[in-house]
């Protein structure tokens, strides 16, 4: 699960932390073996043409999509420094999230009235989870797949019961 739980203790309290980030399937590791593959591929039929203007021909287009898939990859990378942070303090519930661009977004309330809901087919995405607080509904892993995010609710759901009690 591109997210977990852990528990922190500062200035004398336990603090339980929900870290949130969304799932790469191709994690950083990977991307230049994925490119050089790719590149390697692309280049093999091209060897029975080599010397021959075929060869010249075809090659600006082939390193094209390679250029390509590279700049897809990037871009994906880049959109996907996303990170949530959820803290349970002992009176307040606080959410900070980063977006790609590095701006934060911050919420806060008080933990006793705080629920988590869950819009099955009415949000943006399938089976949206939301925090409510201090008036205000901010959403919370919208980036997980389907799975995750109905997971994510039940834990998030069992944890605030918890947290009251």
Known sequence: MPYHWKTNFQDGQDTRILEIWPHNSLPKQGFASFIITTFVLILLPLVALSGTLV??????????????????????????????????RQQTLDLKRTNPKGDTQNWSCEGYWSR????????PVPFYVTLNGNGREVEIGAFLSEDERKSL?????SELSYYKS
């Open 55 to 88: 060869f010249w021909g075809l090659l600006p287009f082939l390193m094209l999509a390679v250029w390509a898939i590279w700049t897809a990859l990037q871009h994906s990378y880049k959109r996907n420094k996303i990170y949530e942070c959820l803290s349970f």
């Open 116 to 123: 988590a809901s869950i819009y099955i087919k009415e949000g």
């Open 153 to 157: 609710y039940e834990e998030l759901r």
